[in-house]
């Protein structure tokens, strides 16, 4: 079952772009990313999923079922993350958490507890005194405590210094493990591929490739850097070539054997080939040009 499904999704402000044609499907207990720039269209598709802004064409639903003709029902089974949080400044966090949960009809309190002590979060505290990260806390705690079917989180990690962010994820991994579907939109590449098992990449309001994050990472290319030369001979396959004291770092598609044997008759002092991070293989995604 698809927990999340959207078909020719289409969405524009005015005479604007929004997304447009976006066909996405979540498999039940996936841990799927949601991948692109600035204003690529990812918020937007979530306020969709989410009922909060309507589609201008197309379709979407959550649980089998339409995002505005069943939202009060979606949203009980739905822990949703905005970008920015944003709550009222002179509550203090424990009556924000509180409020959260009593607008569900839920007693979230033994959960929102052992929430607030894995990410640190002081409740004792006013919204205004809080960092940025603190309120991110919150809008984990506000959007995880009650426990729900599917997590729906844009940008979660923003504003999270590295030790939290690891925190968050080990939750989200242990929700995973118990049946959560989690979806999170992410600019940090490398959190992708190190927690989520699919993922689409979107750009310009298009989805430009959905897979399994091994087949999207699976390219062929290998990254070289070789040390002790200046200069590296022309051969096809070599792109993307930096060059920094004496190192030459280039990505590298073609014939593997005719570049041993070039790179074995060169004043070479040391050699490297690993696979390319994620980062470098979105990248040709993020910079190409759309055609309408």
């Not at 447009?20 to 969709?48: H, W």
């Not at 070789?226 to 598609?253: A, C, K, N, Q």
Request: hydrophobic share 35%.
């Amino acid at each position: 079952m698809d927990v999340i499904k959207t078909a020719s999704l289409t969405k524009y402000y005015g005479k604007s772009r929004g997304i447009k044609q976006i066909n996405l499907a979540v498999p039940e207990g996936d841990f799927f990313g949601f991948i692109g720039p600035n204003g690529a269209g990812k918020s937007t598709t979530i306020r969709i999923l989410m009922g909060l802004i309507s589609s201008t064409e197309g379709s979407a639903e959550i649980f089998g079922k339409d995002v505005k003709r069943h939202q009060e029902e979606i949203l009980s089974k739905v822990g949703y993350m905005p970008s920015e949080a944003v709550f009222y400044r002179n509550m203090k966090v424990k009556d924000v958490i509180r409020l959260s949960a009593q607008l569900r009809r839920i007693n979230c309190k033994t959960e929102a507890e052992r929430l607030c002590e894995r990410l640190e979060l002081d409740t004792g505290k006013k919204i205004s005194e809080l960092s940025f990260g603190n309120r991110k806390k919150v809008s984990i705690v506000c959007a995880l405590q009650h426990k729900p079917q599917l997590c729906v989180f844009d940008e979660p990690t923003s504003g999270l210094d590295p030790l939290m962010q690891k925190e968050f994820y080990s939750i989200l991994e242990e929700r995973n493990q118990e049946g959560t579907t989690v979806f999170l939109s992410s600019h940090i590449l490398s959190e992708v591929q190190k927690y989520c098992r699919h993922a689409a990449v979107i750009r310009e309001g298009r989805l430009l490739v959905t897979d399994s994050i091994t087949n999207i990472a699976h390219t062929g290319a290998k990254r070289i850097t070789v040390r002790g030369i200046s200069d590296m001979p022309e051969l096809s396959g070599i792109r993307d070539v930096s060059t920094d004291r004496g190192t030459i770092s280039f990505l590298y598609s073609g014939d593997i054997n005719i570049l041993l044997q070039v790179l074995s008759g060169l004043p070479l002092t040391d050699v490297s080939i690993t696979d390319p991070d994620l980062e470098e293989i979105f990248m040709h995604y993020y910079t190409g040009t759309e055609n309408d």
